[in-house]
């Protein structure tokens, strides 16, 4: 069974922090992404992946790095937490597609990370 | 424009109902279509993907798409309360493969 964890559900974090978000599939996926999803937004991509120490900048990386030094984890960090961050952040991962293939995304159960 | 169009809603249907949810798209190229389901506090999880010109069934599902017109459909037959969810479309970009371009998703409320 495709699985794709995430290591909490629910994060309080202060201003100023360092932030680590942790993702792990266990489905030898070689895409892993970070999205970000705010009311009346939608899904924003942050980064996404497609092999290990491999990145790419989404539509608002600004604020976020990753990390990825294993196949199955993806990192998403803060380095300086702030008020806007405050969100809902998935973690999902695919199988390599070229283009225009039709591998779906497979999301972890997100995580709700609220910076005050 | 945004490459992939959903309408926001809400869409209210009343049990037993059909809902049509509809997504457009800009991309010429792009060659299959998924449909996500997401309740609301949870992550999305796919229920339909499509990559062939007209019609594909799954249950009380029906996903269309048409090329041509550059429209992709998802049908829901015999709504019930807990089909109420937002639905969100999705393309392969087709020059980055793996990264999907997600609509803005259309909340779906099925009436009792």
């Known amino acids: 069974d495709v699985k794709v964890t995430q290591s909490s559900r629910y994060l309080v974090k202060r201003t100023g922090e360092k932030v680590f978000l942790e993702c792990v599939q266990d489905m030898d996926h070689e895409n892993m992404f970070w999205y970000r999803q705010d009311p009346g937004l939608g899904l924003r991509l942050i980064y996404f992946?497609?092999?290990?120490?491999?990145?790419e900048k989404g539509d608002i990386p600004e604020g976020y790095s990753v990390s990825r030094e294993k196949k199955e984890r993806f990192s998403l960090i803060l380095e300086s937490a702030s008020t806007n961050q405050t969100s809902m952040y998935l973690c999902?991962?695919?199988?390599?597609?070229?283009?225009?293939?039709?591998?779906?995304?497979?999301f972890g159960p997100g995580t709700r990370l609220t910076v005050t | 424009q945004k490459e992939v169009e959903q309408n926001s809603g809400p869409l209210s249907v009343p049990e037993g109902a059909i809902a049509s949810l509809n997504c457009t798209y800009s991309?010429?190229?792009?060659?299959?279509f998924f449909w996500y389901r997401q309740y609301s506090g949870k992550s999305p999880e796919l229920i339909m993907f499509?990559?062939?010109?007209g019609d594909k069934e799954d249950g009380r599902f029906t996903a269309q798409l048409n090329k041509a017109s550059q429209y992709v459909s998802l049908l829901i037959r015999d709504s019930q309360p807990s089909d109420s969810a937002t639905y969100l479309c999705a393309a392969p970009s087709y020059n980055q493969g793996g990264k999907l371009i997600f609509g803005q998703g259309t909340e779906l409320s099925v009436k009792p």
């Open positions: 499509i990559y062939s010109n």
């Open positions: 991309d010429r190229g792009s060659q299959s």
């Open positions: 992946s497609y092999d290990v120490k491999m990145k």
């Open positions: 999902a991962s695919s199988l390599w597609g070229v283009a225009g293939g039709y591998y779906e995304q497979y």
